[in-house]
């Protein structure tokens, strides 16, 4: 039982890996004829934008969707986001692969009686993850968001995807904060 097991690992090109990675990105926001010379300060801004506009719109009710919304608001307002609320749908999301569109008022979990995975739901919570990246450095929120952006386009019609200007800000928000560590590699 003493004996020392070795094991070997494959050796990784990390910065190639990661070039390909962002490559991928780019496809994506070159098919949806999105122009990426914009920098992360003017996606935060248009993001928050088109949230404001949409809620003129339609009223909500006490909704994931809308709580999304209000920690997003909020973030541009104070750079403070609900890190709580944003841990615990990022570990729902890593154990279930699902987000569920409300949560419980009385307990603030997920009601799995609602509509599961609605793709504005996920892009708000994987954007909320970059932001808190962004603000922590830490990467563990950086990893989910990227799981959830796969999950997004592996799940939903091109389509779908093409069409949103807010997946289109997400993808380009990523490859802006990829480029940076890619730069260090």
């Known amino acids: 039982m003493n004996t020392k097991k070795n094991y070997s690992y494959p050796t990784i090109n990390l910065s190639r ?30 993001i928050c934008n ?3 506009d949409a809620a003129k719109y339609e009223k909500k009710q006490f909704s994931l969707n809308g709580e999304l919304d209000r920690i997003i608001i909020e973030s541009k307002l104070s750079d403070k986001i609900d890190k709580k609320l944003i841990s615990y749908l990022k ?28 793709i504005n739901i996920l892009f708000k919570i994987s954007y909320l993850l970059q932001m ?3 603000k922590t450095k830490d990467f563990s929120p950086l990893i989910t968001s990227i799981k959830i952006n ?12 093409h069409k949103s200007l807010y997946l ?5 928000h990523e490859i802006l904060i990829l480029r940076k560590y890619n730069e260090h590699i």
């Open 17 to 46: 890996y990661l070039e390909d990675f962002l490559n991928s990105r780019k496809i994506f926001l070159e098919k949806s004829d999105y122009p990426m010379n914009q920098n992360i300060n003017h996606i935060k801004s248009e």
């Open 50 to 52: 088109l949230i404001n």
């Open 91 to 118: 570990r729902y999301f890593e154990i279930h692969r699902v987000i569920y569109s409300k949560l419980n008022s009385h307990d603030k979990k997920m009601d799995t009686n609602s509509f599961p995975n609605d």
């Open 132 to 134: 808190l990246h962004l």
């Open 150 to 161: 796969d999950f997004i386009l592996d799940n939903f019609s091109s389509e779908d995807i």
């Open 168 to 172: 289109k800000y997400l993808f380009h």
